[in-house]
């Protein structure tokens, strides 16, 4: 999810709640105005977390952090497809967080009996540790590691 506010919706948490519930990996983009301020729905539990970092995997300097953080993920100079066929490079915690949900793709690809709180578990507990060891308000439980993923669900 590349969208939010810094205000909470009854609506919009209605929503992520039935989502969750019905077993949805939901992952969300944090934000990019360099604040600890909680943007919804990043900020809601249900929502895995995701703050950007650069190519030296230090912390992008517009991403928001908190937390709420679950992991990070490249954000800086992301290729990314733009309207009528055309590419661009863009920059933000929403160019981070499809790298997440592309790793949870994979996982659920492989392991589809595994619940949406598995799932994020293998994703956290997988993640290489940056900034200040252990979980921190700017790199969640670090980098998403996506071998380490891979091969720690491997049957």
Do not use: C, W
């Not at 943007?39 to 895995?48: L, T």
């Not at 790793?103 to 799932?119: F, K, T, W, Y």
Request: aromatic content about 12%; charged content about 20%; glycine content about 8%.
């Amino acid at each position: 999810m590349s969208l939010g506010d810094y205000y909470p919706s009854d609506l919009l948490y209605d929503a992520i709640r039935y989502a969750y519930e019905q077993d949805v990996i939901l992952i969300g983009a944090s934000g990019n105005d360099n604040v600890e301020d909680p943007m919804y729905p990043a900020f809601y539990d249900e929502v895995f977390t995701v703050a950007a970092v650069n190519d030296a995997r230090n912390r992008a300097f517009f991403s928001n952090y908190g937390q709420h953080v679950d992991v990070t993920a490249p954000g800086e100079h992301i290729p990314s497809l733009f309207p009528n066929n055309n590419y661009v490079v863009m920059s933000g915690t929403s160019m981070a967080a499809p790298h997440v949900a592309g790793l949870a793709g994979l996982i659920r690809s492989l392991r589809p009996d595994l619940s949406n709180e598995e799932v994020y578990e293998v994703m956290r507990s997988t993640a290489k540790d940056l900034g200040t060891k252990g979980h921190d308000v700017y790199y969640g439980f670090g980098e998403i590691d996506i071998a380490a993923a891979l091969r720690s669900i491997a049957n």
